[in-house]
């Protein structure tokens, strides 16, 4: 038979996740700290607005582009929390998950051979997207002692004239780092320079504990360059109603939308109609999130601290992202160890990039409870390795 | 910070104060004397157990009792409800707008001891005019804890 496969899928690298996630499968007793996704359940508001549009028999399509309420909450809210405004009617598109709005923008941004400037560590999916949409990705890896941002002369160092495009995604999965607004100035002014494109990924913008959010977007000059990816699965506990949307200047949205068309016809409607209740009524839901992320954060780093464990402050999503080089092993072999001698899961740095190479990603996502247990046992891990160490 | 470590000790009262301290970025005997001075102003007044007696052998009874008084001249509800509260197996005493004016809750170990005391003490004083009995028969939720389910975490052990 011939071969039914198209190559660039199957030389796309499986998710570094999936040997965990054997291993994790055969532990039933195994606690983790590796999910990607609140705690929280949907509040219950929001919840119930998705039963009454189910009850009200609300199962049909929506426009391509979602609700247009939906959308017009969108406007307000972005409008509310980033003071810049996306017209409902042609600059917002509903996309399953923030995961859709990142595949479709790739896939109507890039012609062959053009490159994505890709910061690692972060999100696993820009690479493999972008290699999917023909384009070339060009990774810039991430430096610790920056806390994980993004400099303007690593910037600079990676465009060539085949740039097309910059993820950038702050707050970051798997760093926590946050880029605040000089550091977005700064790296804004080569993005005009060269005239190239961001892809603003924002999907934990709600989880900024150092100030609120700022989106590139609404720096001078940069909305008309910028989608701007955002959704309701960090921020609002959303993660299984599979909704998130897009926004941006009308020519690309416009090409978006018709993809998003013939691929998806439209994102679930009763997600839409949850949506709206959520961003109607739900400030207050993500504020008390929020909080309770960040004491937990403030708990975590100082235990990290009290373990003698080198770790940057985190200011953003729900992850910290501590160094284990001390121990002189891959972030593979710690993670591995650590799972099989002390059952915790954790997921190794390099899952989310080469640059991720001795550190761990660990979520802040539990319960107080289980990350006392959690770091309790990862207390005595580095205390038996710290002793291993010492008689070699 | 007053209103974060209220919000807190109100669902975990058992909270280790070091730990609370760390966790909303404060020193450790901040907390504490933001707490102890809570305490001398009423704010806090008290750290119960919740406990959900079905589970035990311990039979217990509760009930809710709405009351209509007459007011007092001067005293208002004050003294009629103080009258009330006073007995130990009373819970709680509300004083409501509606169509009656006391909500009392009250704990006895028998449904006959629970009407006992509706019929021998409450019903008996003077300003009481009419009392409705209803008898708790499952809870369900208490204190913002839901007694009826455990909610396991069903989440993927490992999603990027
Ligand atoms: C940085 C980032 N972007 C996007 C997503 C996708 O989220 P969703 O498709 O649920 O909106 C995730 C999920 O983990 C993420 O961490």
Known sequence: MRNPLNDKIVNVKPSGIRKFFDIVSEMPDAISLGVGEPDFDTPWHVRDEGIFSLEKGKTFYTSNAGLMGLRQEISAYINRRQGITYDPAKEILVTVGGSEAIDVALRCMLNPGEEVIIPQPCYVSYEPCAVMADGVPVIIDLKHENDFRLTPEELEAAITDKTKVLVLAFPNNPTGAIMERKDLEAIAEVIIKHDIYVISDEIYSELSYHGDHVSIATLPGMKERTIMINGFSKSYAMTGWRLGYACGPEVILKQMIKLHQFAIMCAPTTSQYAAIEALRNGDEDVAAMRESYNERRRYLLHVFREMGLECFEPFGAFYVFPCIKEFGMTSDEFAIRFLEEEKVAVVPGTAFGDSGEGFLRISYAYSLDNLKEALGRMKRFITRLREEKDKN | ?160
């Open chain 2, 1 to 160: 910070m007053r209103e974060r470590i209220l919000t807190i000790i109100e669902k975990d009262s058992r909270i280790d104060l070091k730990e609370l301290a760390v966790m909303l970025g404060k020193e450790e005997i901040d907390v504490v004397n933001e707490i102890a001075a809570m305490e001398k102003e009423g704010i806090i007044c008290g750290y119960h157990t919740l406990i959900d007696w079905e589970k035990t052998s311990i039979e217990k009874v509760s009930a809710l009792i709405e009351v209509r008084v007459t007011p007092q001249r001067g005293q208002g509800f004050d003294n009629i409800a103080e009258r009330i509260y006073n007995y130990p197996e009373v819970n709680s005493v509300y004083l409501i707008s509606g169509a009656y004016d006391l909500l009392v809750t009250l704990e006895g170990k028998s449904l006959k001891e629970v009407s006992n005391f509706v019929s021998d003490k409450l019903s008996t004083l003077d300003t009481v005019l009419s009392t409705a009995t209803h008898f708790i028969l499952k809870k369900y939720k208490d204190h913002g804890t839901v007694l009826t389910q455990k909610n396991l975490d069903e989440r993927l052990k490992f999603t990027p």
